[in-house]
């Protein structure tokens, strides 16, 4: 089969699966089983016949795709922050709102001379190792319960020199004495039982419930969060949260309840409030 017929074939396949961009998602496809090197070879080389066994592959990424495994864990990476990141079915995908969190991080931070950063739940490490990147003067740790996370999250340090990172196997921050950090994040788990229920499949059906489900109302880690970072927070440090788009509300109450101050939430580009920051002052 010459490279159009493939190419044609994968965009019709895909948009009776009402697959969105199929174009764009068959030509990442295309390149994931190595038909492909480059974009412009469906135009300048489009009766090329690909070998076989680059066919064979592309068929079975596309049978992937239609139902619904995230483009993501096919292609084994995703986007964070303009770098790379290797991604598997132990971690969430990360997303361009937790971009966001570690914006907010970062304008913390560079206030600070040599901060020590704990990231809570770092599951593919994108967040840790990204605030590694961007900040070399920063000491930062990231925990996770699962092994298998932890293990992707340091691949993914070793990938973007930042070998700093001290990585740590443990439940949210019961591995760490008080006031040992000035700045905790996290995007927790914030998904209620219910929410999940009615996800759609290609995160259901693919990302791991560890990661996204939390209690009854979908707050019981940040309710955990909240108060270890009470104990764990240098006087005067910061804690930042990513939460649920309807319980900003619900946090900033947490976090007064917790005796923060300083506490505020900031908009996502849907304009929904995304990520919660709260000052520990005792």
Same mark, same amino acid.
């Given at each position: 089969m010459q490279l159009k017929n493939l190419?044609?074939?994968?965009?019709?396949?895909?948009a009776r699966h009402y697959i969105e961009n199929p174009s764009r998602e068959t030509y990442l496809l295309l390149r994931n089983s190595e038909v492909l090197r480059d974009f412009t070879e469906v135009f300048t080389a489009s009766d090329m016949e690909p070998e076989p066994r680059k066919i064979e592959k592309f068929y079975e990424l596309l049978e992937r795709r239609i139902k619904r495994e995230p483009l993501a864990y096919i292609s084994g990476e995703k986007e964070f922050y303009s770098r790379p990141f290797a991604v598997n079915g132990g971690v969430l995908i990360p997303r361009p709102e937790t971009e966001l969190l570690v914006t907010e991080a970062l304008d913390i931070a560079r206030g600070m001379s040599e901060p020590v950063i704990l990231d *809570?739940? /770092? #599951? +593919?490490? %994108?967040?840790?190792? /990204?605030? &590694? %990147?961007?900040?070399? #003067?920063?000491?930062?740790? &990231? +925990? @996770?319960?699962s092994p298998e996370a932890l293990h992707t999250a340091r691949g993914n340090a070793e990938r973007h020199s930042a070998g700093g990172v001290g990585f740590i196997l443990g439940d949210l921050a019961e591995a760490f004495g008080p006031g040992s950090f000035d700045i905790v994040v996290s995007n927790p788990p914030y998904v209620s039982p219910a929410e999940y229920e009615v996800l759609d499949p290609s995160v259901? @059906?693919?990302?791991?419930?560890? &990661?996204?489900?939390? #209690?009854? @109302?979908?707050?019981?880690? *940040?309710?955990?969060?909240?108060?270890? +970072? +009470?104990? *764990?927070l240098k006087e005067g440090g910061w804690s930042v949260v990513e939460a649920g788009y309807t319980q900003s509300t619900r946090v900033e109450a947490l976090y007064e309840e917790a005796g923060f101050g300083d506490i505020s939430s900031v908009k996502d580009i849907s304009g929904i409030e995304r990520v919660i920051k709260a000052r520990w002052k005792k």
């Open positions: 190419y044609q074939y994968g965009k019709e396949h895909m *809570i739940g /770092t #599951g +593919s490490g %994108c967040i840790a190792v /990204t605030l &590694a %990147c961007e900040l070399p #003067g920063a000491k930062i740790f &990231a +925990s @996770d319960i259901k @059906d693919y990302e791991p419930g560890l &990661a996204l489900v939390s #209690g009854e @109302d979908g707050l019981s880690h *940040i309710k955990r969060i909240i108060r270890d +970072s +009470s104990r *764990i």
